[in-house]
């Protein structure tokens, strides 16, 4: 038997190792900004909708195809449906996706390890308010320093992916996240108890359904589905791994749940010690790279360690996320071929170092790139947020919702006939109806936008 198909050994690590798919950059640094942006309070309730809608149920069909088949998405939907071999496509697909997310994915984490280390030796804390935006710029358009960092990180990553999915991805996430736990709650308690808390906590929290705009709609959906890293075929692998007297309704719930309460404790970490400090709360990596070194140096010698702890945490949930999407291509490469798992990580490795670091000297050595108009960060960055994860999620709903014989589905989700499913008709419905056309409007949508980018 190969390794792919040992899976996990326990339903904890099963669920430790989803949610650290789950919780990544898109909980700490980006679920805070755009749910400030979008009206807070306001946002959080369209995010809990669609959360527990659209992505739980999303997560959930993906178990389904992934521990019934006990293949990765490029058989997995065959196995499924074995008269419709066109299937393979969307998996293809999918792995495909999870290699454009990762090689921008670890651009990103790369900055975050550099960061770790420049808070680490005082080099942030160093600078005058004035100098840490020159100082991420410069590190950004640096010749080989993001190169570097991303390299350091991929090589982690994969480092644990050798160990095997018990040994490596298993262990790991059972021990990472509770730490990442009690660091978000340190930098909570941290944020909530200095001066002014409040101004950052109503920031954060009071509904203002003015701010929430179609746009802040469109962003709840697509945040929905990458911060529970649903639609591009991730899940279908950890489904594949995950036990077979699991039940699958309750171990997307915990995901789920986890999920949003990580990125919720993320925004009282950040917004009130950001507002207490008299910044602004900037969106994007200005944020986490400018905003925060500048709210940790106000804070005193203490802020250093602080400083240590958050980007620890960040580069923590970097990880274990980085890790399911590697997982995802090397468990395809070696199901697909003769290759090893051993080899097979090597050479995915290399594919993801090569690609991720043109994206990393896309602001520096590369900058004068552009393809279709774009840098060639922004180029991929689209391709991520706008077009594959919709196109792979709709695959996926659209397969399991009217291809996959439903007497298949009841039979795995109630694991042969044991479990009680009384929720079966409320998500079918959901599967079959709700998402595919929440997933059509934000599709189109989205392409809209970014095509007459002014209406
Ligand atoms: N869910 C991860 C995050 O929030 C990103 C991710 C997407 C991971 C898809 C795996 C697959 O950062």
Known sequence: MSDKQQGFSSSFGAIMAAVGSAVGLGNIWRFPYIMGQYGGGAFLLVYLAFVFLIGMVLM??????GRRSQHTPAKAFVYNRPDRKGWRFLGYLCVFTCLMIISQYVVLSGWTTNYIVDSATGTLASLQTSEIGTHFSN???????????????TVITAVIILG????????????????????VLVLCVRSITLPNSSVGLSYLFSPDFSKLSGEGVLAALGQALFSLSVGMGTMIVYGSYIPANDNIFKTAMLITASDTLIAVLAGVAIFPAVFSFGQDPASGPGLVFQVLPTVFNSMGGIGTVFAVMFFFLLALAA????????????AWLCESSSVNRYKSTIIVTLVVLAVGSVCALSDGLLGGV????????????????????????????????????KEDIIDELSNHGALKIGYFKAFYFLVRYVAPIALLVVLFTSIYASLFPNN
């Open 139 to 153: 590190f950004i358009t640096h010749p080989w320093l993001p190169v570097m960092y991303l390299i350091i990180f």
């Open 164 to 183: 095997g999915v018990q040994k490596g991805i298993e262990a790991v996430s059972k021990v990472l996240m509770p730490v990442l736990l009690v660091l």
């Open 319 to 330: 990880l274990t996320s980085a890790i399911s999407l590697l997982e995802t291509i090397v």
């Open 60 to 65: 959930m069909t993906e178990f389904v195809i």
């Open 370 to 405: 552009k393809i279709l108009n774009k840098s060639i960060f922004g180029f991929v960055d689209d391709l991520n947020s706008i077009y594959l994860p919709p196109i792979c999620a709709i695959g996926t709903v659209i397969f399991f919702g009217w291809q996959m014989k």
